[in-house]
Each structure stands twice: as structure tokens, then as C-alpha cells.
């Protein structure tokens, strides 16, 4: 048997691959499946597998919990926590906390000439907004009671933007 078929730590096991980070063959008990390549057990190799993918165990930087993200989760470098609902990226060099998009009821009981121009003015803006779909159905009146909804983080400037109108009804 060459060097190259057997195993470095295991002189009785045939090698089924090497580590991509200090090239020597090792059993399959002894490599970790990367992205593309397979990394050994060595520190500095598993620190270079863990450039690639997320170890078993990740302390979610949300929560500070210990979370076990799906081997998809693992190789996207992207996973959902459960312990506080939210996704945690670590692709790039800090880990980012997605928090999942919130809106806030914003207005609600106008009458449609009012909405209307309420909805093209945020438009104009790029503000995200969504109206209650069970009001939008429910009349046909002149007022109805409709509820817009804005994401959380541009509510403000919503309010600032619909300041000179008197939108505000209860
Ligand atoms: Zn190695
Ligand atoms: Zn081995
Ligand atoms: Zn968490």
C-alpha cells in the first residue's frame, strides 16, 4: 500500500480522501465533508472546514443560545433559531441578526379619496406598506375602515412625510 491509500492516523485504515488544508489522506472517519472539499480533525484544518461550513453547534449571537442548524443551514451559513424567531447570518465576517420584518398599523377609518393619496405618496417614497385585505372587501361606501400597515423601521418617516395632511382618525 502506497502512503497515500492509508489513513495518517489510522496505519490499518485505507484513506477515502485527503484534507484540503494540510493534503494528508485520512479514513473517512477522520475527514469532515466540507462545501467542496473534506478538512480533518487538525484545529487549523477544522478552523478552515469552519470557514466553509457552520460547526454542529452554534451560539446564536441573538440569544446567546446554543442552536443546531440543518446541514443546509450549516453549508448557507444561514440559519433560523428557534429560540428567539430569529435568522442569523454569518457569512460575512460579523454575524447579522435578520429580525423578521414587523408592520405597524398606521392609519385606519379613512375615506378612499384620502387613501388613495396617502398610498401613492408612500409609493413615491419607496415606503413598504400593505393595506388590511378583510376592510379592502368589506364596504362600499365612501368610508371605510381600512388599516394601512408600514414596516416598523419606516414608520417615521411615513409620519414625517404625511405630516401636512390631516390624515389622523380614530
Ligand atoms: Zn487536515
Ligand atoms: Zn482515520
Ligand atoms: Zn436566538
Known sequence: MSRQQICAYHPNKKA????????????PDCLNEGVKYYYCNDPKCM?????EVLPDLVRCPGCAADVRPGREERVEKIFFCPFCDNTIDMTGPQPEVLRPMKYDCFICSLNVGDMALIQ???KE???DFHLDADALLASRTTVQSVRLYIRQDQVEK???LLTDFEFYEE
Open 16 to 27: 477515502s480522501s485527503f484534507c484540503h488544508y494540510c493534503e494528508r489522506y485520512f479514513c
Open 47 to 51: 478552523a478552515a472546514y469552519h470557514e
Open 158 to 160: 411615513a409620519q414625517a
Open 120 to 122: 401613492s405618496i408612500l
Open 125 to 127: 417614497e419607496g415606503i
